[in-house]
């Protein structure tokens, strides 16, 4: 049976993680993030996210350590083991961010147990639940600021590709790709990252493909295999590229998610490309597009961050508060997996639906 450290961390004390140089000037509090993966590429979003409350990242992945005021990110919620949850509940003081849940096949009945709860991939059954639904955020980079990049503020003019894209084969990448074939200056480098032949998946170039999309005018953002959300959304607004997004008939996800956006929005590919090529046949509209963008962009981190430090703000006080949910029912009553399994559905048009109904093993 797993022992819990509690009240401690590998290789050192609590108190020596919450050290003097590394607490919150404000209130003399730091968050301890609990994670799977300590060079995890969802931690710069969610230091940047925490802000002066960010503290040491502490790598447990077997979840054999909670620490009071601690965020504990967590993709697989079935393995926080009884005793964990417990122990969550006494100290009444970590919250939790759930991620990878693209599928929504995740049992929510841990939500209750944290004195807060963020969650990637926006659920819309669980909206009107007592919890934050964050973006996914950026990935390709070490530090993410508050204030746009150097890189986001080249205008179109100086950007070698009208469009680029590098990732993964799908049904929706096939289609953009198809769409934008007759769009000039445009490039991609669409490779599986499936094994071929037993040599292993190819290697990748984060840098490079960081450059090229820096380097991008119109960054499209097809649906992967199950999900219309990703990374490269971020990224590219992170350097200025203006990301394009896909809707749904029976979903608009980034409003749902977003709120009011200017990010370029198509029920098509065809559609989209039609729209870039306007665009950038004007290129006033083109600039001040990317600066609307931008701008957005750059009020919306600050306002999401804003946010989430209050959450933490509400709990990590001198005297601590109890979990305001541990009486609640388990939050997966209000989306039992029917309800789940219709949300995986509303992500795909009807090529993705067959392809994904190929995919299943007959």
């Known amino acids: 049976m797993r022992s819990l450290k509690v009240g401690s961390q590998v290789?050192?004390?609590a108190g020596e993680a919450l050290g003097d140089a590394n607490v919150n000037d404000a209130t003399r509090h730091k968050v301890t993030i609990l994670t799977h993966h300590a060079d995890g590429?969802?931690?710069?979003?969610?230091?940047?996210?925490?802000?002066?409350?960010?503290?040491?990242?502490?790598?447990d992945p077997d979840h054999q350590v909670i620490v009071p005021e601690s965020l504990v990110i967590c993709d697989r919620l079935d393995d926080l083991?009884?005793?964990?949850?417990?122990?969550?509940?006494?100290?009444?003081?970590?919250?939790?961010?759930?991620?990878?849940?693209?599928?929504?096949?995740?049992?929510?009945?841990?939500?209750?147990?944290?004195?807060?709860?963020?969650?990637?991939?926006?659920?819309?059954?669980?909206?009107?639940?007592?919890?934050?639904?964050l973006p996914l955020g950026p990935a390709?980079?070490?530090?993410?600021?508050?204030?746009?990049?150097?890189?986001?503020?080249?205008?179109p003019v100086e950007r070698r590709c009208t469009w680029s894209f590098v990732g993964e084969p799908t049904t929706s990448v096939g289609a953009m790709l198809d769409a934008f074939s007759s769009i000039e200056h445009g490039q991609h480098d669409v490779v599986s990252s499936v094994p071929a032949n037993g040599s292993g998946p190819p290697a990748r170039d984060p840098a490079g493909d960081l450059a090229l999309l820096a380097d991008?005018?119109?960054?499209?953002?097809?649906?992967?295999?199950?999900?219309?959300?990703?990374?490269?959304?971020?990224?590219?607004?992170?350097?200025?590229?203006?990301p394009i997004v896909e809707r749904r008939r029976w979903l608009d996800y980034f409003t749902s998610?977003?709120?009011?956006?200017?990010?370029?929005?198509?029920?098509?590919?065809?559609?989209?490309?039609?729209?870039?090529?306007?665009?950038?046949?004007?290129?006033?509209?083109?600039?001040?597009?990317?600066?609307?963008?931008?701008?957005?962009?750059?009020?919306?981190?600050?306002?999401?961050?804003?946010?989430?430090?209050e959450d933490v703000a509400e709990v990590v006080t001198d005297e601590g508060v109890?979990?305001?949910?541990?009486?609640?029912?388990?939050?997966?009553?209000?989306?039992?997996?029917?309800?789940?399994?219709?949300?995986?559905?509303?992500?795909?048009?009807?090529?993705?639906?067959?392809?994904?109904?190929h995919r299943r093993p007959h």
């Open 11 to 13: 290789g050192c004390s």
């Open 257 to 309: 998610l977003l709120g009011e956006h200017p990010l370029p929005t198509a029920r098509s590919w065809p559609e989209a490309a039609e729209y870039v090529q306007r665009v950038l046949a004007d290129p006033h509209a083109l600039g001040a597009l990317q600066h609307e963008v931008l701008t957005w962009w750059t009020v919306t981190k600050r306002t999401l961050a804003a946010a989430v430090q």
């Open 322 to 357: 109890a979990p305001t949910w541990t009486d609640s029912p388990p939050l997966d009553r209000p989306a039992p997996r029917w309800r789940n399994r219709i949300e995986t559905l509303r992500h795909h048009d009807m090529p993705a639906l067959k392809a994904r109904l």
């Open 41 to 59: 590429a969802e931690i710069p979003w969610v230091r940047f996210l925490l802000g002066d409350w960010a503290g040491d990242v502490v790598e």
């Open 81 to 133: 083991p009884v005793p964990y949850l417990a122990e969550v509940r006494r100290l009444a003081t970590a919250g939790l961010l759930h991620t990878g849940d693209r599928r929504y096949r995740a049992r929510l009945a841990a939500y209750p147990s944290f004195a807060w709860v963020w969650r990637t991939y926006h659920h819309t059954a669980l909206t009107d639940l007592a919890l934050r639904q």
């Open 216 to 242: 991008t005018v119109f960054a499209p953002c097809p649906m992967g295999r199950v999900h219309l959300e990703s990374s490269r959304i971020y990224d590219a607004l992170e350097v200025g590229a203006i």
């Open 140 to 155: 390709a980079f070490p530090v993410v600021s508050a204030d746009p990049l150097p890189a986001a503020l080249r205008r």
